[in-house]
């Protein structure tokens, strides 16, 4: 069976990472799938994106990181996938998670949605927090893979 993981990945968490690693341990194949938005620039640009995540997850065998647009329900057709996965951190996440797995059942006719809660040392990362702490000079060590690391510290010290 195939999985496709979608997200924006801006940038990938260590909350992310963990969803990833149990995965790959659920299917034969596992596409990351990187939400390319053209309406909408990324703090980190969908080619850096996509780097950062390849190597983030390059020990893993059965996981390839692709870019996509458009609708995650037609994306996973065109491949092949069985499931999308989606990590849940916290309660909050479910409700507007249950109506896009929704809608996206009914898009698919079909298209299962399995829901992966993130260890609970990782509930509270969320990219956004990330991107906030990092710009005001906090240490983000251990909430992102250490590609990641590397480069928003190169980024945070290129802006100041």
């Given at each position: 069976m195939?999985a496709?993981?979608p997200g924006?990945f801006?940038p990938?968490?260590n909350?992310?990472l963990?969803?990833?690693?149990r995965?790959?341990?659920l299917f034969n194949?596992?596409?990351i799938a990187?939400?390319?938005?053209?309406d909408?620039e990324?703090?980190?640009?969908?080619?850096?994106r996509i780097?950062?995540?390849?190597?983030?997850?390059?020990?893993?065998?059965?996981v390839?990181?692709?870019?996509?647009?458009?609708?995650?329900?037609?994306y996973?057709?065109?491949r092949?996938?069985?499931?999308?996965?989606r990590g849940?951190?916290?309660?909050s996440d479910?409700?507007?998670?249950?109506e896009?797995?929704?809608?996206?059942?009914?898009?698919?006719?079909?298209?299962e949605?399995?829901f992966i809660?993130?260890?609970?040392?990782?509930?509270f990362?969320r990219?956004?927090?990330?991107k906030?702490?990092a710009g005001?000079?906090?240490?983000i060590?251990?909430f992102v893979?250490?590609p990641?690391?590397?480069?928003?510290y190169?980024?945070m010290?290129?802006?100041?």
């Open positions: 195939k496709i993981y924006s801006d990938i968490t909350g992310h963990d969803v990833i690693e995965t790959v341990k194949e596992v596409i990187v939400l390319s938005n053209q909408k990324g703090f980190i640009s969908i080619k850096d780097e950062l995540v390849k190597e983030s997850v390059k020990d893993l065998k059965n390839t990181v692709e870019s996509f647009s458009g609708l995650t329900v037609k996973a057709k065109e092949g996938a069985n499931v999308i996965i849940l951190r916290a309660p479910f409700e507007y998670e249950l896009m797995s929704q809608i996206n059942y009914f898009l698919s006719n079909g298209l949605t399995l809660m993130t260890n609970p040392k990782h509930s990362i990219s956004s927090r990330v906030e702490v005001l000079g906090g240490d060590k251990d893979p250490l990641v690391y590397k480069y928003l190169q980024k010290l290129l802006k100041k």
